[in-house]
Antibody, heavy 127, light 114 residues
């Protein structure tokens, strides 16, 4: 059974930092691209970041570029999101989500649709 | 970036009746080389993460009841629930994965029981 379990959320002051983790199990983690998607309280879904299976290709939403860093450790079956210079508008539930493997329909190492999601971890940025 | 716009924002339907949710993209998400629409639908129940319902605009994910169907092509898409059940109360999102990054979602449609 595929499982994604996020951790590391919490309350942080504006300008502070936080590191989120996502522990994966039930599938060959090193073969899958991964994403972070967030959802502000009462709001919709916002894609945040993507990382290819090897970690060689990375993308960010403009809203977090230069402040957030995605990474992975395939030996530990783990995905990370280092969040620096946090702002109030970063307050959200952060989900890790597995990227579907499109095979011959792939347009490249890119975020596509997400077939498994974790339960999420809440990040609150407030003084 | 492709903007996804859903309508309506909220919808109340009687049990057993049909529910229809629309999604419009600001540009086509149809890839002509393979004739695939790069469009997915998700269901999110309160306190839960999103759940994939449909991809390629009309392909149901394994385990999704057949009362859920997706249709449309190019820029206009529809999610239909043929006979609403109580457990279908949720927020529904469309997502394009044709022009990424960024992958973009609609604002969501809240579905309730009338």
């Amino acid at each position: 059974e595929v499982q994604l379990v996020e951790s590391g959320g919490g309350l942080v002051q504006p300008g502070g930092s936080l590191r989120l983790s996502c522990a994966a199990s039930g599938f060959t983690f090193s073969s899958y691209e991964m994403n972070w998607v967030r959802q502000a309280p009462g709001k919709g879904l916002e894609w945040v970041s993507y990382i290819s299976s090897s970690g060689s290709t990375i993308y960010y939403a403009d809203s977090v570029k230069g402040r957030f860093t995605i990474s992975r450790d395939n030996a530990k079956n783990s995905l990370y999101l280092q969040m620096n210079s946090l702002r109030a508008e970063d307050t959200a539930v952060y989900y890790c989500a597995r990227n579907i493997r499109l095979g011959e329909l792939s347009l490249g190492d890119l975020p596509y649709y997400f077939d498994y999601w974790g339960q999420g971890t809440l990040v609150t940025v407030s003084s | 970036d492709i903007v996804m716009t859903q309508s309506p924002d909220s919808l109340a339907v009687s049990l057993g009746e049909r529910a229809t949710i629309n999604c419009k993209s600001s540009q086509s998400v149809l890839y002509s080389s393979n004739n695939k629409n790069y469009l997915a639908w998700y269901q999110q129940k309160p306190g839960q993460p999103p759940k994939l319902l449909i991809y390629w605009a009309s392909t149901r994910e394994s385990g999704v009841p057949d009362r859920f169907s997706g249709s449309g092509s190019g820029t206009d898409f529809t999610l239909t629930i043929s006979s609403l059940q109580a457990e279908d109360v949720a927020v529904y999102y469309c997502q394009q994965y044709y022009s990424t990054p960024p992958s973009t979602f609609g604002q969501g449609t809240r579905l309730e029981i009338k």
